[in-house]
């Protein structure tokens, strides 16, 4: 069975601290990997990586693929509070159509 | 260019009061799919759909129907609603290119809602 699972299941830090989030995943025909930043509303996309070794960033955001090792990471350095969000990763099985989500990790910012 | 749409925003039932999830997209994507978000479990897949005519269950289907007549409209009907069901409902949709999405999907704003 598909399992994404996501680490640490929540985080606080203080602004200007980096963060470092974590998703492995266990997804047979494997064919992306998905971040999503989830404040009070719908998920909003981040990234979706494909291949492994290739960063992808965005401003302070950045994340990374490792297709042998099975795992995602995802960087946000000098946090701000409006970084405050659950932010959720998704495996693609492109055999089944499906993706499958881990729980989420809850990070708070304190200013 | 709206995206996804979803309706109502927020709906009360009681228990055994059958009901329908409007999700609607503009972006002419093959794949839609239906989520629900409950605490501490993520979003999980009840079901989705690759294209019109065409649609397949996800990890939680009990409870729920859903068809695809069309492109653009992916409802959702709740049978016989359960207080199990109340939760935090997701539509989302993305391009489908035969070896699976190609793209990210896109979610609707959510509907939420409360089984008594």
């Known amino acids: 069975e598909d399992k994404v699972v996501q680490s640490p299941l929540s985080l606080v830090v203080h602004e200007g601290d980096t963060v470092t989030l974590n998703c492995s995943y266990e997804?047979?025909?494997?064919?992306?990997l998905l971040w999503y930043k989830q404040e009070k509303k719908a998920p909003t996309f981040l990234f979706m990586l494909?291949?492994?070794?290739i960063e992808k960033k965005s401003g302070r955001l950045s994340s990374i693929l490792d297709k042998k090792e099975l795992f995602s990471i995802l960087n946000i350095t000098a946090t701000q509070t409006g970084d405050s969000a659950v932010y959720l990763c998704?495996?693609?099985?492109?055999?089944?159509?499906?993706?499958?989500f881990g729980t989420g990790t809850r990070l708070k910012v304190l200013a | 260019n709206a995206g996804v749409t979803q309706t109502p925003k927020f709906q009360v039932l009681k228990t055994g009061q059958s009901m329908t999830l409007q999700c609607a997209q503009d972006?002419?994507?093959?794949?839609m799919s239906w989520y629900r978000q409950d605490p501490g479990m993520g979003l999980r897949l009840i079901h989705y759909?690759?294209?019109?005519?065409?649609?397949d269950q996800g990890e939680v289907p009990n409870g729920y129907n859903v068809s695809r007549s069309t492109t653009e409209d992916f409802p959702l009907r709740l049978l016989s609603a359960a207080p199990s069901q109340t939760s935090v409902y997701f539509c989302?949709?993305?391009?489908?290119?035969?070896?699976?999405?190609?793209?990210?999907?896109?979610f609707g704003p959510g509907t939420r809602l409360l089984v008594l």
């Open positions: 998704a495996g693609h099985n492109s055999g089944t159509y499906k993706y499958i």
């Open positions: 759909s690759v294209g019109a005519g065409i649609t």
């Open positions: 997804v047979t025909n494997f064919r992306s």
């Open positions: 972006m002419n994507h093959e794949y």
């Open positions: 494909t291949s492994s070794g």
């Open positions: 989302a949709s993305s391009t489908y290119y035969g070896q699976g999405a190609r793209e990210t999907q896109y």
